[in-house]
């Protein structure tokens, strides 16, 4: 099992441009996420998934939208960015929403 | 709103000492995570905390939920340098989502 990966890895954008970030499971999670970290902060929630076709807003929703069109596939877009969006972004995905939640490599963006 | 608050958020320590890492939060809930995170790399659980009076231990490591307190604890026994990582727990809210604290950076030298 690859478990959680994240596609791409590491990018670097000019403010404006859009991008998407791929998350996959193989886990047969119902429940995924998208989060940031910033440096000296912990975890912050962007948007979650409690099964295909569905999408809930966390913390920090606003610059950013998910789909999530298959069960074991997550994407979050960023339609404009802006530097504000520079950070490391961890999907995540647990069986039920209470279950402790698997965290994919990250995926370092830089938004200049 | 639910805030958590990791004490301390650096660490330092020599080899073979015990320390404790603490985590407050600031309304009821009943469910804890621990995590931990390598330099440069993912998250990785540790713990799952799912009732007060709850404890678990794996290896060095132990930790214990207080609800009436809202506090956790993650101790750590005769450390080793391996286990210098850092350590973030994870509280659920009233909507069933995580909020972080902001980590404890804990460098065990040898």
């Known amino acids: 099992n690859a478990g959680v990966t994240q596609t791409p890895k590491f990018r670097v954008l000019k403010t404006g441009q859009s991008m998407t970030l791929l998350c996959a499971q193989d886990m047969n999670h119902e429940y995924m996420y998208w989060y940031r970290q910033d440096p000296g902060m912990g975890l912050r929630l962007i948007h979650y998934?409690?099964?295909?076709?569905?999408?809930a807003k966390g913390e920090v929703p606003d610059g950013y939208n998910v789909s999530r069109l298959k069960k074991q596939n997550f994407l979050l877009g960023l339609e404009s960015a802006a530097p504000s969006q520079t950070s490391v972004y961890f999907c995540?995905?647990?069986?039920?929403?209470?279950?402790?939640?698997?965290f994919g490599p990250g995926t370092r963006l830089t938004v200049t | 709103e639910l805030k958590v608050e990791q004490n301390p958020l650096f660490l330092s320590m020599q080899e073979g000492k015990n320390y404790t890492i603490y985590c407050n939060y600031s309304t009821t809930s009943d469910r804890l995570y621990w995590y931990r995170q390598d330099p440069g790399k993912s998250l990785e659980s540790l713990f799952v905390?799912?009732?007060n009076g709850a404890v678990k231990q794996e290896g060095r490591l132990m930790a214990s939920l207080d609800t009436k307190a809202r506090l956790s604890t993650l101790h750590i026994t005769a450390a080793v340098h391996d286990l210098s990582a850092t350590y973030f727990c994870a509280v659920e809210d009233s909507n069933y989502q995580l909020i972080w604290g902001a980590g404890t950076k804990l460098i065990i030298k040898p």
């Open positions: 995540a995905s647990s069986l039920g929403g209470l279950d402790e939640q698997y």
């Open positions: 905390l799912l009732s």
């Open positions: 998934s409690v099964g295909e076709g569905t999408t």
